[in-house]
């Protein structure tokens, strides 16, 4: 963990060593898990209120860190029921940075504690009580705040700001009842008080009131690219997680377990190829290879669960799996089990890994890249971009010809700016892609349905700052997202993998290809609340007729995002490209809006002929979707084609209500498009 030199606790509990992990002296066999989220939010003080009292808990065995870092969790038995890995166990609660901890603004959680998780994400649950007061939190590098600072009232939320701020707030805690108190603006104690809080928080703002029908005209330059993609843009991961992984969603659902001879995987995966397929998550790096032709075993590796031992016939199989079905395989390798001690300040050995690639190379298996590490913001920079050029000289030693020689993909970690500033520099000489993973919200968040249909939301996913840093230190590499959803925790059940994610996942796609990305992998193909495929019956959940569609359509030339000044801005959302099957532009349009049609032109150009496709559902909810007004059914084991609709006479485009449209503009004069 990086963390400020001068940051030390003045936190202090009686016989904090004995608490650890434990909650206080409490019967907890009856509390029933709870379905909603717990915020922190700001209460009036009351040392008789069980949600204001709070310990001093120790860290995780797999965290080091410097003295006076501790997580800050709930004491009462009561709030064991807090939502997480383990619902209704008896972990207590900590209090958790939302999502991955990276900009100002986030909110905080109480969440179930757990020492089983990797370090990145647990450090999200670390705090350190500096001499002013302050509570840092070194996975952000910002301080836990009032949303108004000093001047916060009872209610507001506790979230994430700049520590530096003047308004930081100043807590002080109370080793008598385990409160947290916020200084107030005169100086005197006690102020308010953290408190968890069962019921759900404000809901997002309702949309402003909009007309019934708004005409829109827009404008935008075809003469020249805005962007680049490519025809990986919409892409998918396998991940490893074990069947008890929050189960079911995990179930027979890792790479190890997934059935790769369904026709219906097969069908799936081959109407949206060419695609990156991507193996990886978190037990990739606990993943172990058994390879025993070049000396180099699970067993030697001290890896004894069947489970994270990869066996080579099964690893071929994955690889002939891609092969077949049109999809680049990207594979993720160990970043851990091969330092000392696991300990991530340590050098990598790369025996085990080097026998994989040595068995790739020997056996002529096809591999697009491989990565090393997932989420792996925690090595020093210096000896992880060691460890990449490492990795780089075992890919030209076994690859010499860099024609056929697979990518190598970095580095995987969350998106984190400041990180990549001190790595990227230092591996941009041998890096082909630069990737990192993006989660705009929280599965358990119980307003993530609502916040999703919000222009704020949908702006979220594009990181300026990240894309800055790219262009500055690894220019000449392609820019990924690794894995990405709408919501991490595994997603949302009924929102992730219903039709209101497809808003979330069409917008992605869009404003990241206009960001000059070139592939999108989705968390997941398979797996959790969040498959583009139904973990039962491997058919499609919406989102799999946005991607297929977006590939189908959506060109690697990108032109300028469509604009214009209109009622309900925000709540339809353009984005544009040249037309992959031919001549004009594929113009993607999204109405987030829930009772108004947008009736859209261009300025100065036709929109005729144009082939439509729109996507509509009885309600946002439904895993049931219609194109053009024909329920999207599999039928004896077919997935229905994506039949376009002619149009020829209506002079403007309409969007109703809640819908996402493909629309392809054959006609439109695109220069950028002749020139491509």
């Known amino acids: ?328 395989l990207v594979f993720g390798l160990n970043a851990v089990w091969g330092r000392k001690g696991h300990e991530l300040t340590n050098p990598l050995d790369m025996t085990n890994i080097e026998a994989l690639l040595q068995y790739t190379a020997a056996n002529n298996l096809s591999i697009y890249g491989f990565e090393l590490g997932n989420e792996k913001c925690g090595p020093p920079p210096k000896l992880f971009a060691a460890d990449y050029h490492n990795l780089h000289g075992l890919l030209v030693k076994y690859w010499p010809d860099k024609a056929s020689r697979p990518l190598l993909i970095g580095n995987d970690c969350n998106t984190n700016p400041s990180y990549l500033t001190q790595f990227l520099p230092l591996v941009a000489d041998v890096l082909d892609v630069t990737t990192y993973h993006h989660y705009d919200g929280y599965g358990l968040d119980p307003q993530i349905a609502d916040k999703i249909m919000t222009p704020k939301y949908l702006d979220s996913t594009v990181s300026s700052s990240l894309n800055a840093v790219h262009r500055q230190y690894a220019p000449n590499s392609e820019l990924w997202v690794g894995e990405a959803a709408a919501a991490w925790h595994s997603g949302a059940a009924g929102v992730t993998n219903r039709f209101t994610s497809s808003f979330w996942w069409g917008d992605a796609l869009g404003a990241l290809a206009a960001a000059n990305h070139t592939t999108y992998c989705r968390q997941c193909l398979l797996g959790g609340n969040y498959g583009l495929l139904n973990r039962s019956t491997y058919e499609p959940n919406p989102d799999y007729y946005i991607a297929r569609l977006f590939h189908a359509v959506m060109g690697d030339t990108v032109l300028e995002p469509p604009n214009g000044t209109f009622i309900g801005k925000g709540y339809l959302r353009p984005y544009m490209n040249c037309n992959r099957q031919g001549a004009g532009v594929a113009l993607l349009l999204l109405n987030i809006a829930p009772n108004t049609t947008f009736e859209v032109s261009f300025a100065g150009q036709s929109v005729l002929p144009r082939d439509e496709y729109v996507f509509t559902a009885e309600a946002l909810d439904s895993q049931l979707i219609s194109l053009n007004g024909a329920e999207l059914v599999v039928q004896d084991g077919q997935i229905p084609a994506l039949n376009p609709k002619t149009e020829t006479a209506a002079g403007t485009i309409t969007m109703p209500p809640h819908s996402i449209g493909f629309f392809v503009l054959k006609d439109f004069p695109a220069a950028a498009c002749a020139a491509a």
């Not at 909009?210 to 990986?232: G, H, I, K, Q």
């Not at 069947?306 to 066996?311: F, S």
């Open 1 to 328: 963990l990086l963390l400020p030199m001068a940051l030390t606790s003045s936190l202090r509990i009686p016989n904090m060593d004995k608490l650890g992990l434990l909650l206080l002296p409490m019967a907890l066999a009856s509390v029933q898990p709870s379905s909603t989220d717990m915020p922190i939010v700001l209460a009036q003080c009351s040392s008789g209120t069980a949600a204001q009292h709070f310990v001093q808990g120790s860290l995780p065995s797999n965290l080091k860190s410097p003295s006076g870092a501790f997580q800050l969790a709930l004491a009462q038995g009561a709030f064991s029921d807090c939502p997480g890995p383990k619902p209704g166990s008896a972990e207590n609660c900590c209090v958790n940075v939302d999502a991955w901890g990276t900009k100002a603004g986030d909110v905080i959680w109480a969440t179930h504690c757990s020492d089983s998780e990797p370090a990145e994400h647990e450090v999200n649950r670390v705090w350190i009580h500096d001499s002013a007061g302050k509570l840092y939190n070194p996975a952000s590098k910002l301080c836990l705040d009032a949303s108004a600072g000093t001047g916060a009232s009872a209610g507001a939320h506790v979230v994430l700001s700049d520590c530096n701020a003047t308004t930081a707030s100043v807590w002080v805690f109370s080793s008598a009842d385990g409160s947290v108190s916020q200084k107030t603006h005169a100086g005197g104690y006690p102020g308010l008080c953290l408190e968890a809080t069962s019921s759900s928080g404000p809901s997002p703002p309702p949309p402003p009131p909009l007309p019934s029908s708004v005409n829109v005209e827009l404008t935008t330059r075809t003469d020249s690219a805005y962007a680049r993609t490519s025809a990986m843009m919409a892409s998918f991961n396998f991940d490893w997680h074990e069947n008890d992984e929050e189960a079911p969603v995990w179930v027979n659902m890792s790479a190890m377990l997934i059935n790769l001879q369904s026709p219906m995987l097969l069908q799936a995966v081959k109407q949206i190829a060419p695609a990156v397929l991507r193996i990886g998550g978190s037990e990739g790096d606990v993943v172990c290879y058994d390879v025993p032709e070049y000396n180099s075993t699970c067993a030697q590796m001290n890896q004894t669960d069947p489970m994270m031992c990869l066996q080579m016939s099964k690893y071929t199989e994955l690889v002939q799996f891609a092969s077949t079905t049109g999809l680049k």
